[in-house]
């Protein structure tokens, strides 16, 4: 199994352009989440989905959208990238009634 | 409001014993959990407790007690590579289909724990 997979590692965006963050589980985890997690500071919930064709803002959902079309898959939309959006984006999924979150390997986005 | 308190760093000596405090205040409570993150990298799942005590993993525990809105991560025998940030979370309570504010993790700041030879 590779876990829990995100795509890319590093992005450099200037501002006002859009992206996609691409996430994917092979574990058939309905729910999954994304976070963002600026420098010195803990995760904050952008979005999640509890399974395909549901999902929930969480935390800090402006600026951002998410689709979950299938159970794999939970993509994270940015639309109009702002200075305030350089973060890093971890992606995490679990399963129904597992404690634990797994997480992705992360991706690192500056917008300038 | 949902606020979660832990010390922002942290020093020990190898071969010590360290306990890293977490206080929590949270409009539900379905479990507490304790990450992992060492740097540049991805948090990784280390104790979950969910009723008042104890619960031991190797050289890892982590104890809770609700009614104080508490928790702390003990590490016994310290060795370089626990230098890592050290995560709590607080799950809020999960409903399916709930609003924004049900079922997700809440977490803090992290504490950066630095082991020293």
């Known amino acids: 199994n590779a876990g829990v997979t995100q795509t890319p590692k590093f992005r450099i965006l200037k501002i006002g352009q859009s992206m996609t963050l691409q996430c994917t589980q092979d574990?058939?985890?309905?729910?999954m989440y994304w976070y963002r997690q600026d420098p010195g500071m803990g995760l904050k919930l952008i979005y999640y989905?509890?399974?395909?064709?549901?999902?929930d803002k969480g935390e800090v959902p402006n600026g951002y959208n998410v689709s979950r079309s299938t159970t794999e898959d939970f993509p994270l939309r940015l639309e109009l990238a702002a200075p305030s959006q350089t973060s890093v984006y971890f992606c995490?999924?679990?399963?129904?009634?597992?404690?634990?979150?797994?997480f992705g390997p992360g991706t690192r986005l500056t917008v300038t | 409001g949902q606020n979660i308190d832990q010390p922002t760093e942290m020093t020990a000596t190898e071969g010590a014993i360290v306990q890293i405090n977490c206080t929590y205040q949270t409009s539900g409570f379905n479990g507490l959990f304790w990450y992992q993150q060492h740097a540049g990298e991805a948090p990784t799942f280390l104790s979950y407790n969910v009723l008042d005590g104890l619960e031991e993993k190797g050289r890892f525990s982590s104890f809770l007690s609700r009614s104080k809105g508490y928790s702390y991560l003990l590490l016994k025998e310290l060795q370089m590579k626990d230098s890592a940030s050290y995560l709590c979370?607080?799950?809020?309570?999960?409903?399916?289909?709930?609003?924004?504010?049900?079922?997700?993790?809440?977490f803090g700041q992290g504490t950066t724990l630095q082991v020293k030879p």
């Open positions: 995490a999924s679990s399963s129904n009634t597992g404690a634990e979150q797994y």
């Open positions: 979370a607080v799950r809020d309570r999960f409903v399916r289909g709930g609003s924004s504010n049900t079922g997700k993790l809440i």
């Open positions: 574990m058939n985890h309905n729910y």
């Open positions: 989905s509890v399974g395909a064709g549901i999902t």
